[in-house]
């Protein structure tokens, strides 16, 4: 349990989220190194969660489908309120089987790979044991296997079809200045440097897109 203080006082009388922290927010995210920032992006917090929305960062800013679970347990210790705070990030690497990282993302939360990662383990293949677990389902009878890799090369995952979805991720008052505008939008990767125009009726057609 968790005990707090709310000031103003009326704003525990709100009876949905939306009264209270209003119906849109933004997740920004900055990576930096030796205090020298490398990328920055914004993303609309639809789902209104953590963990959810730094997800859906990743998959549409970063272009990279990946899969988080979190774990956070507070104790009763002023000196020590977090108890437990562990998180497992997988992400699929260029040309992979999306339909399979699918079923990694859904079992990532099943209670039996949530119980291992809460779990007290001092062993080292801890780690190892959940991925075991992950894709346990399919995997052959010897568990994970090691297979040759080739050689490595940079491969970027952009593609216009990507762009639609950074597109749809914008709130609606910038989508309308774009209109205003009437001009093409420009849109650079922050991995590849490659550059994208669309026309105004390609980010029509894209909002217009159901997913």
Known sequence: ASRGLISPPHLDQAEELDALYGAEGELQLIRSREGKILSSGTVACCFQDVVADLVHYLCISDQVESAMLVLIQLSNHPEH????????????????????????????SSPLVRGLLAREEESDNHLENILHKLIEPEAMPAGLSVVDAGQPRFVCTCSPVKLGAVLRSLPYTERMDIVKK?????ITCHFCRKQYALSIDDCIAAWNEKV
């Open 81 to 108: 309120p977090v108890a437990l705070c562990r998180g497992l990030l997988i992400q699929a690497l260029p040309g992979g089987d999306l339909n399979r990282f699918q079923q990694w993302r859904e079992r990532l």
């Open 182 to 186: 009437k001009e093409p939008v420009s």
